[in-house]
T-cell receptor, first 113, second 114 residues
């Protein structure tokens, strides 16, 4: 089954810098979602971008989607120590009329104060 | 608190024992998902309910695993004859109605099989 793959696997930056992480997927999709997970906790939904959208913003988050390249990027601007977490992209997979989301392996972001 | 809740948050058991986890979704959500997550990996889909109907099960879900959602409200995930390889975080999520809806995750149940 398809799975998003995030790149890089790990990223360490200084507070105030921007963080960019990428997600690649294998088959056609009609939307893509990004989630954040703090260590040992559940996932929190960040943003959903649909296939007819190229860019979407939410606060300090900017997500782009390039369906021709089957890739998406998540940019966090002016990072804070509280942004330290793992970030996952999730893409839908349809099987016999049912829908589920497949998660990538994640990017572990560390923001140093 | 109207979010997704899971119980217990932590479970330590000996190999061969049975364990059961519970998930209470957001009340108006009719879709409920179970995932398993091991260290350093993303969540892996296990199974999914729409109301009380279990619509899909992953090949990861061996015959030792069973999930139910009676009356389309809370759900339970049971693992029989646990093995050390079952040690993981078990995550539950719920969503509302139509496909492609945002999933809201619970805090997870961390299972350690000794």
């Amino acid at each position: 089954s398809q799975q998003g793959e995030e790149d890089p696997q790990a990223l360490s930056i200084q507070e105030g810098e921007n963080a960019t992480m990428n997600c690649s997927y294998k088959t056609s999709i009609n939307n893509l979602q990004w989630y954040r997970q703090n260590s040992g906790r559940g996932l929190v939904h960040l943003i959903l971008i649909r296939s007819n959208e190229r860019e979407k913003h939410s606060g300090r988050l900017r997500v782009t989607l390039d369906t021709s390249k089957k890739s998406s990027s998540l940019l966090i601007t002016a990072s804070r120590a509280a942004d330290t977490a793992s970030y996952f992209c999730a893409t839908p997979e349809s099987t016999s009329g049912t829908y589920k989301y497949i998660f990538g392996t994640g990017t572990r972001l560390k923001v140093l104060a | 608190d109207t979010g997704v809740s899971q119980d217990p948050r932590h479970k330590i058991t000996k190999r061969g024992q049975n364990v059961t986890f519970r998930c209470d979704p957001i009340s108006e959500h009719n879709r409920l998902y179970w995932y398993r997550q091991t260290l350093g990996q993303g969540p892996e889909f296990l199974t999914y309910f729409q109301n009380e109907a279990q619509l899909e099960k992953s090949r990861l879900l061996s015959d030792r695993f069973s999930a139910e959602r009676p009356k389309g409200s809370f759900s339970t995930l049971e693992i029989q004859r646990t093995e050390q390889g079952d040690s993981a975080m078990y995550l539950c999520a719920s969503s509302l109605g139509a496909v492609q809806e945002t999933q809201y995750f619970g805090p997870g149940t961390r299972l350690l099989v000794l």
